[in-house]
């Protein structure tokens, strides 16, 4: 059964920076686009950025030139560099293969942006 667990989040002020991981269980990753997508309170969940296997990137508009999204292949490990974060940034977090396949969520890791 694969597991996507996500980490990383936290309380952080405008401005600053945070790094998410996702590990996935399974063979999830091999040759798989995976993406990073956020859920704001009361809004549909969003995609953010995706990656594909041999490495390129795709971002939303509203992230473009702040977040980087990368993957380590070997740690079955996706991560999400957040810098420049902005309040309506704040959301949960979440990692899954894209497009999405049925693949079950994770918790997902909380971003809090507040001053």
């Known amino acids: 059964q694969v597991q996507l667990v996500e980490s990383g989040g936290g309380l952080v002020q405008p401005g600053g920076s945070l790094r998410l991981s996702c590990t996935a269980s399974?063979?999830?990753?091999?040759?798989?686009?995976m993406a990073w997508f956020r859920q704001a309170p009361g809004k549909q969940r969003d995609l953010v950025a995706t990656i594909t296997s041999g490495g390129i990137t795709n971002y939303a508009d509203s992230v473009k030139g702040r977040f980087t999204i990368s993957r380590d292949n070997a740690k079955n490990t996706v991560y999400l560099q957040m810098n420049s974060l902005k309040l309506e940034d704040t959301a949960t977090y979440y990692c899954?293969?894209?497009?999405?396949?049925?693949?079950?969520w994770g918790q997902g890791t909380q971003v809090t942006v507040s001053s």
């Open positions: 899954n293969v894209y497009p999405l396949t049925g693949t079950s």
């Open positions: 399974g063979s999830i990753f091999s040759g798989n686009r």
